[in-house]
T-cell receptor, first 112, second 112 residues
Framework: SQKIEQNSEALNIQEGKTATLTCNYTNYSPAYLQWYRQDPGRGPVFLLLIRENEKEKRKERLKVTFDTTLKQSLFHITASQPADSATYLCAPYPGGYQKVTFGTGTKLQVIP | DVKVTQSSRYLVKRTGEKVFLECVQDMDHENMFWYRQDPGLGLRLIYFSYDVKMKEKGDIPEGYSVSREKKERFSLILESASTNQTSMYLC???????????FGSGTQLSVL
């Protein structure tokens, strides 16, 4: 069956360091992989999308990589700040009329 | 700015009641989605719709139905609410490509 795995444990990191979050998937062939941020009591907010033919995508302090051989995406936040503390969700998406399914998310805590 | 509006932020209902959760988007999006989110289980897709009067089952449709009579509105219906349907319900919409989902703020439903 299809499975999306993210670090189940919370990730604590010192301010200024780089946070790296992992998204692994099985029995999927995503055409895209989406990353979202979710704050407590709010809906997720879209951050970045990477396509299957892209190895890396950057947006300001965010970087996403996508390895279709390893079936893995890595999400990096450089120079992390306490305001980056949130839960981050990945969603591998096959494309077309397929459903959009999310991982359980990784809670990131940036410590001042 | 784009907006997905859910009718209630908090809702308390009794077991056996019929419950309607309403979602309206102002972006002329073709696709609309209903998810529920529970601690440790992440976002789970209940139903989605890619056009007016069209609907597709997600991963956990049992106990739910949906209605999409107009493009901007997608309703989730709990025919006979049960305590295991206590959850945060999130509505989302996207354009045809589904490359980016826009979420509402969520409805925290408690069934007593």
């Amino acid at each position: 069956s299809q499975k999306i795995e993210q670090n189940s444990e919370a990730l604590n990191i010192q301010e200024g360091k780089t946070a790296t979050l992992t998204c692994n998937y099985t029995n999927y062939s995503p055409a895209y992989l989406q990353w979202y941020r979710q704050d407590p009591g709010r809906g997720p907010v879209f951050l970045l999308l990477i396509r299957e033919n892209e190895k890396e995508k950057r947006k300001e302090r965010l970087k996403v990589t996508f390895d279709t051989t390893l079936k893995q995406s890595l999400f990096h936040i450089t120079a992390s700040q306490p305001a980056d503390s949130a839960t981050y969700l990945c969603a591998p998406y096959p494309g077309g009329y397929q459903k959009v399914t999310f991982g359980t998310g990784t809670k990131l805590q940036v410590i001042p | 700015d784009v907006k997905v509006t859910q009718s209630s932020r908090y809702l308390v209902k009794r077991t056996g009641e019929k419950v309607f959760l309403e979602c309206v988007q102002d972006m002329d999006h073709e696709n609309m989605f209903w998810y529920r989110q529970d601690p440790g289980l992440g976002l789970r897709l209940i139903y989605f719709s890619y056009d007016v009067k069209m609907k597709e089952k997600g991963d956990i449709p049992e106990g739910y139905s949906v209605s999409r009579e107009k493009k901007e509105r997608f309703s989730l219906i709990l025919e006979s609410a049960s305590t295991n349907q206590t959850s945060m319900y999130l509505c989302a919409s996207s354009s045809t490509g589904r490359e980016k989902l826009f979420f509402g703020s969520g409805t925290q439903l408690s069934v007593l």
